[in-house]
């Protein structure tokens, strides 16, 4: 049986060679820009919940995702 992609904590998608966007970003833009960034993702994600079908779990999760890395815990590490 294949294992079910984790689209909230590691997407495939948000990883380039063995780095994760997030990673990059914050050594590219520094550890409080990307907090801001998640703060404001987070945002995002709860204004849209409910508006996606079938996509209101899945955009909870990253609000509360973005919550926690918005406030320099790591949810991966969790």
């Not at 998608?13 to 970003?25: K, P, Q, R, T, V």
């Not at 907090?35 to 079938?54: H, P, T």
Request: proline share 3%; charged share 30%.
């Amino acid at each position: 049986m294949q294992k079910k992609a984790d689209l909230v904590n590691s997407p495939s998608h948000y990883l380039s060679g063995n780095i994760e966007c997030i990673d990059a970003m914050v050594s590219a833009f520094g550890e409080e820009q990307v907090r801001v960034y998640a703060k404001i993702n987070a945002f995002k994600y709860l204004w849209r919940a409910g508006k996606k079908e079938g996509a209101q779990d899945t955009d909870l999760a990253k609000a509360n995702w973005y919550a926690k890395r918005a406030t320099g815990q790591d949810p991966r590490r969790q």
